[in-house]
């Protein structure tokens, strides 16, 4: 039996295929557009679902979408209502095009698939759970699912046991953790819905100034994590920015302009914010716990996210064992809705081992033969050296020891925000240069951003505090005592803001936080047998396990789903090599892009 999900039209639009309860595919639209975030209806995305198994609309069994329209509309509707004359100008532009696409998703599926068959529509929030449980390796969990909003829920908890998930307690916009969270996203300067894993990044500079004016002021958070905000100081119900001039009086200033300069000001407002978000996730958890019984625990939804919560979560709540979705965003939901259809709608059996997720390493995108990667370069006149396959993990474990940048392109495309070893930039985690130039001369993003590591699986104790896997890099940790290195008192009070990124904190500096913390990526030889080799023969040669693992692409582009756009990545930024299957090219063996001069401007920073 053949299963569509489909999510669209609002961000991150996706597709899955789940067949006879496997899933097979998935991948989000913007990987093929090349539009970071694309929302469009994600035709791409299902093609290659469809012919990557060698089917057609006509072999379909069920198309679902992860979310009920009519009930998004009304909730639309009712809000304009509530604050009418206010948003006038939000309603004239938000309206129409529901009118003209939105709300018939019946026909454009139909339409675009050219699909006769059943078509079923599951709530926001219900697909989110889905997509946490249904894949976890828990026979019996928890939920809980927060985002900005979906119908009319913000945040949910539940149990899921067996083969079905049931919503025990729900919150309602307008009070979202998630919107609260993008709101700060606005106010200091970065893009609402793609900048909020920038605010995180930026918190630990801070110290958290501002958390009492929050929670006294902007939200009144019980000790079960329910919560208000004072919808006063926020604009996103009516208007067409997240805050208003009374949240501007009240953190002292208008919204940061994008690209200005950060002062610590905003670092102290980020930081505040994270405290807050990390203690309302705290408290929901507690509350989930005591409602559930259950010892095991599972997140979706946008805040699930949050790694830096997460970490917390796992260190400090009372679950034993937590698992989260990697595609926790709307693209997730069309995972989670087809899982419904197949698990709840159709009351198949689910089996587990309480071990082995049914993820598979969310490697579910496209996959390029050595044929196909051999042709481009022929095509192109590319200069390339061929690899064996057992040459592969040493060159490159070489390559990165001799402190080089390395486009690395293998296997299928992950499904999800995270790069996890199939289109990754990697280096060297114990250079202390390494961070600042992946990020200024690779990456062209901001100086502020940390970078994660990957290691592998059994020797991940030795470097961080944690004793559980995280394969889709969704916990934060704090560095092993034992590999960090003292900063005097006197040193620590001459560095602020910035600067302290200019201190080595520990003996792998370029994936340790300022706050000694590092994003985590587990990797296990079942999963990525040839990623998991390579910094194997790294460790054993260097006497490391652990290496920068990035996204491959460059700020404000999607992760590289092709070769074609893994070369043009490659050429356009200052990366040392590129390994694509059995093929390394060398940046020095290239000629230069014709035509491309103007590229670079779009990615200036101040």
């Known amino acids: 039996m053949n299963i569509l999900g489909i999510s669209a039209f609002y961000h991150d639009s996706a597709a899955c295929l789940v067949q006879d309860g496997k899933i097979i595919s998935a991948a989000q639209e913007e990987r093929f557009t090349r539009k970071k975030h694309d929302f469009s209806f994600p035709k791409n995305a299902i093609n290659y679902c469809l012919q990557n198994s060698n089917l057609s609309a006509k072999d379909l069994d069920f198309v679902t979408f992860y979310d009920k329209p009519f009930i998004k ?22 309206v129409p095009l529901w009118i003209k696409q939105k709300l018939w998703m019946k026909e454009v599926i139909s339409r675009e698939l050219g699909f006769d068959g059943k078509i079923i529509f599951t709530e926001h929030h219900e697909s989110h759970a889905a997509s946490a449980f249904f894949p976890s390796p828990f026979q019996k969990a928890a939920f809980l699912t927060i985002d900005g909003v979906g119908e009319w829920t913000t945040t949910s908890y539940g149990m899921g046991e067996d083969n079905a998930i049931r919503i025990m307690s729900e919150i309602h916009f307008p009070h979202s953790l998630g919107l609260l969270y993008s709101a700060f996203t606005y106010y200091t300067g970065f893009k609402v819905n793609s900048g909020e894993y920038k605010l995180m990044g930026l918190a630990p500079y801070g110290e958290p100034k501002y958390k009492d004016i929050i929670l006294s002021e902007l939200i009144d958070l019980k000790e079960d994590g329910s919560f208000r905000l004072n919808m006063k ?15 501007d009086k009240l953190f002292g200033g208008p919204p940061r302009k994008p690209e200005s300069r950060l002062t610590q000001r905003h670092m102290d407002i980020a930081r505040s914010i994270q405290d807050v978000t990390e203690e309302v996730m705290l408290r929901i958890v507690r509350h989930t716990h005591k409602e559930t019984g259950c010892e095991n625990l599972c997140l979706a939804g946008g805040v699930a996210l949050n790694c830096v919560g997460n970490g917390r979560i796992l260190r400090e709540g009372p679950f034993k064992n937590i698992w989260i979705q990697p595609a926790a965003g709307d693209a997730g939901g069309a995972l989670g809705a087809a899982l419904f259809v197949w698990y709840q709608y159709l009351e198949n059996k689910r089996v587990v081992d309480g071990k082995r997720d049914l993820q598979y390493g969310t490697y579910l995108g496209p996959k390029f033969e050595n044929d196909y990667i051999l042709d481009y370069l022929k095509k ?22 001799e402190q080089k940048v390395i486009g690395w392109l293998q296997g299928r495309m992950e499904f999800g925000p995270r790069a996890l070893g199939s289109r990754s930039i990697i280096g060297d985690a114990r250079s202390e240069k390494m961070q600042e130039t992946m990020n200024l001369k690779i990456k062209f993003r ?28 969704l916990l934060v940790a704090p560095v092993k005592r034992e590999r960090c290195k003292e900063v005097s008192a006197c040193d620590e009070e001459k560095l602020f803001g910035l600067k302290k990124l200019q201190v080595v904190r520990s003996d792998i500096p370029a994936v340790t936080h300022v706050d000694y913390s590092a994003r985590v990526q587990t990797v296990n030889e079942e999963d990525n047998p040839l990623y998991y080799r390579m910094i194997r023969k790294f460790d054993e040669k260097y006497g490391c396990p652990v290496i920068i693992n990035t996204s491959f692409n460059v700020r404000g582009e999607p992760i590289v789903c092709t070769p074609e756009d893994a070369y043009l990545c490659f050429m356009r930024t200052n990366m040392d090599y590129l390994i694509m299957g059995n093929y390394l090219l060398e940046k020095k063996g290239q000629k230069p892009l014709e035509k491309d001069i103007d590229w670079l401007k779009e990615f200036e920073l101040d």
């Open 446 to 473: 901001e100086s502020f951003r940390p970078f994660a590591p990957t290691v592998i699986k059994e020797k991940a104790s030795d470097y961080f505090e944690m004793d559980t896997e995280s394969p889709y890099m």
């Open 233 to 247: 100081y926020f604009n996103y119900c009516t208007g067409l920015t997240m805050t208003n001039k009374r949240f």
């Open 380 to 401: 192109k006149s590319i200069a390339y050296t061929e690899l064996r396959d057992n040459e592969i993990p040493e060159k490159i474990a070489d390559l990165i020891a």
């Open 73 to 94: 509309f009304e909730r639309i509707l009712e809000t304009y209502l509530a604050f009418a004359p206010y948003g006038i100008q939000s309603f004239i532009r938000a």
